[in-house]
């Protein structure tokens, strides 16, 4: 007895072939066409109860196609195939309404899994009034044709017209914001502001303030009403980057705000609802943290609903390539001189390890694009400048390993790490008083680390310092500094 009836349709011969045998051997008939007319025809008069279908077919392109076949068999399910495996084919098969969207090559035991599970779940209802793709071109900087790229697309296809939490772990680098404004900009709260903050970028007697805002007089220095980012990103989304540096207290009032759905401003007394979607990202191993008693395992479940693993890029290096003509494009556009990269040199980026990830990969193509007049780039320049980059710590991770190793003095550890704080907030530049914030987060380690070597002693550790005994007690009191004696 047949399962149903699947029609398959691709202009590759091959293709036909191999997905009809798959399917003709799960139990199902197949009918196979060559072209999109012969497809529509078939759908039109009430046949198949599934299709499998390319994109472009040499009379006709599917995405055109979709919308009137979803029209007239509004239940039946589409399974898109693709060899243009880009995160906005992805967006595109769910905007028209596909079942599901396949990259070629694809496991044939995948495709009949979902052609099965096709024909026995709820068929998904229209598209939504998501972003037009048409309007919006390529422009979204998720590039890779990998397969682990291909799943974030795949994933990201069925999130943008949702409003459940999405939590990102990704090592720096990796572009978990661009994925975090992947979601708003294509998803339906587009017409929403985008907010987005960096927990381990704000002080952290301020991040309640950051996130809430404060009535006037709510603190010393509060001489006006602040609004907080929750306001801010009203009828949007709010991107809480490195969200296991969050302070326990602000944790349990964010976990509040995603239970009730409502918030109050540092000082304030009236309750203020709030619409706004949470996309969470982290680089850090959240589980770890709460077994460490460092974040609060209600709130890890509260945002961890649907959870989203970028790969470093160490991992999909075959999307080398494509990153770097995407890059190589956008420093063109921005003024620079147009390069080329020659095989060899590329073949080399494919064999470096990128601890910097994909921010490491542009930042080198920028040095490239600013700092050689010629228009070939070749291996040679591409190792002295990889070497360079080894030398001076890196990107991200590299340049910790350099800071452990005792390579680098105070002020060179400092600099690392403030160029690190400066690009995370991408164009754009940290908020005022940045001066008095470090000078503030440098006082407690300093203070420690005296402490810890003279056992507790504070007369001794004041000495050590240069401070004054009743000083050293109110930075101690100020700073909550845990003193332990002997």
Same mark, same amino acid.
């Given at each position: 007895?047949?399962?149903?009836t699947?029609?398959?349709?691709? &202009? =590759?011969a091959?293709?036909?072939?191999?997905v009809s045998q798959a399917?003709? +051997?799960?139990?199902?008939? @197949?009918? %196979?066409t $060559?072209?999109?007319a012969?497809l529509?025809?078939?759908?039109?008069?009430?046949?198949?109860?599934a299709?499998v279908?390319?994109?472009?077919m040499? &009379? =006709?392109?599917?995405?055109?196609?979709?919308?009137?076949?979803?029209?007239? +068999?509004?239940?039946l399910? @589409?399974i %898109?195939? $693709?060899?243009q495996?880009?995160?906005?084919?992805?967006i595109?098969a769910?905007?028209?309404?596909?079942?599901?969207?396949l990259p070629?090559?694809? &496991?044939?035991v995948?495709?009949?899994?979902?052609v099965?599970r096709?024909?026995?779940e709820?068929?998904?209802?229209g598209?939504g009034?998501?972003?037009?793709?048409d309007?919006?071109g390529?422009?979204?900087?998720?590039?890779?044709?990998?397969?682990?790229?291909?799943?974030i697309?795949?994933?990201?296809a069925?999130m943008i017209?949702?409003?459940?939490?999405?939590?990102i772990n990704?090592e720096?680098?990796?572009?978990?914001?661009l994925?975090a404004?992947?979601l708003?900009e294509y998803?339906k709260?587009?017409?929403?502001?985008?907010?987005?903050?960096?927990?381990?970028?704000?002080?952290r007697?301020?991040?309640?303030?950051?996130l809430?805002g404060?009535?006037?007089?709510?603190?010393?220095g509060?001489?006006?009403?602040?609004?907080?980012?929750f306001?801010q990103?009203?009828?949007?989304?709010?991107f809480l980057?490195?969200?296991?540096?969050?302070?326990?207290?602000?944790?349990?009032?964010?976990?509040?705000v995603?239970?009730?759905?409502e918030y109050?401003t540092v000082?304030?007394?009236?309750?203020?609802?709030t619409?706004v979607?949470?996309?969470?990202a982290?680089?850090?191993?959240?589980?770890?943290?709460?077994?460490?008693?460092?974040?609060?395992?209600d709130?890890y479940?509260?945002l961890n609903?649907?959870?989203?693993?970028i790969?470093?890029?160490?991992?999909?290096?075959?999307?080398?390539?494509?990153?770097v003509?995407?890059?190589?494009?956008?420093?063109?556009?921005e003024?620079?001189?147009?390069?080329?990269?020659?095989?060899d040199?590329?073949?080399?980026?494919?064999?470096y390890?990128w601890?910097?990830?994909?921010?490491?990969?542009?930042?080198?193509?920028r040095r490239?694009?600013?700092?050689?007049?010629?228009?070939?780039?070749t291996?040679?320049?591409?190792a002295?400048?990889?070497?360079?980059?080894?030398?001076?710590?890196?990107?991200?991770?590299?340049?910790?390993g350099?800071?452990?190793?005792?390579?680098m003095?105070?002020a060179?550890?400092?600099?690392?790490?403030?160029?690190?704080y400066?690009?995370?907030?991408?164009?754009?530049?940290p908020?005022p008083?940045?001066?008095?914030r470090?000078?503030?987060e440098?006082?407690?380690?300093l203070?420690?680390?005296?402490?810890?070597a003279?056992?507790?002693?504070?007369?001794?550790a004041?000495?050590?310092?240069g401070l004054n005994r009743?000083?050293?007690?109110?930075?101690?009191k100020?700073?909550g500094?845990?003193?332990i004696?002997?």
């Open positions: 007895m047949s399962n149903g699947v029609l398959v349709a691709d &202009d =590759d091959a293709i036909r072939t191999v399917l003709s +051997r799960a139990g199902y008939d @197949v009918r %196979v $060559s072209n999109a012969t529509w025809r078939w759908v039109a008069a009430g046949e198949g109860d299709v279908s390319d994109v472009v040499p &009379d =006709d392109n599917l995405f055109d196609l979709l919308p009137r076949m979803k029209k007239l +068999r509004p239940d399910p @589409v %898109v195939m $693709s060899a495996n880009t995160f906005m084919t992805a595109r769910t905007e028209k309404g596909a079942y599901e969207y070629k090559p694809f &496991d044939l995948e495709l009949t899994g979902i099965g096709s024909l026995t709820l068929k998904r209802k598209s009034d998501g972003v037009s793709p309007d919006a390529e422009a979204m900087p998720l590039v890779g044709r990998s397969p682990a790229m291909q799943d697309f795949r994933v990201l069925r017209q949702s409003d459940l939490t999405v939590l990704g720096s680098g990796t572009g978990k914001e994925v404004r992947a708003h998803g709260r587009k017409n929403g502001p985008f907010v987005a903050i960096n927990m381990a970028a704000i002080p007697d301020l991040i309640e303030s950051e809430f404060h009535e006037k007089g709510a603190f010393t509060a001489t006006s009403r602040s609004t907080g980012r306001e990103a009203e009828n949007g989304t709010l980057d490195e969200i296991g540096d969050m302070p326990m207290d602000a944790q349990t009032r964010l976990l509040r995603l239970q009730q759905g109050m000082g304030g007394r009236t309750p203020i609802r619409n979607r949470i996309v969470a982290t680089n850090k191993d959240l589980r770890a943290l709460i077994s460490q008693g460092l974040f609060r395992e709130l479940y509260r609903v649907v959870p989203l693993r790969p470093p890029l160490r991992e999909r290096l075959e999307d080398i390539g494509d990153l003509s995407h890059f190589l494009a956008k420093v063109h556009d003024g620079l001189e147009a390069k080329r990269i020659l095989p040199a590329l073949e080399l980026m494919r064999r390890d601890p910097g990830n994909v921010r490491e990969l542009e930042n080198l193509i490239l694009a600013a700092l050689y007049p010629q228009d070939e780039i291996a040679e320049i591409v002295s400048e990889l070497r360079s980059s080894e030398g001076a710590g890196g990107g991200g991770e590299g340049a910790q350099a800071i452990a190793a005792g390579d003095s105070i060179q550890a400092v600099e690392v790490n403030m160029q690190r400066f690009a995370s907030f991408g164009e754009a530049l908020p008083g940045l001066y008095h470090v000078l503030a440098m006082e407690y380690p203070i420690m680390a005296a402490l810890t003279t056992r507790g002693n504070q007369i001794r004041a000495d050590v310092l009743n000083t050293l007690r109110k930075k101690i100020d700073l500094v845990t003193v004696k002997g």
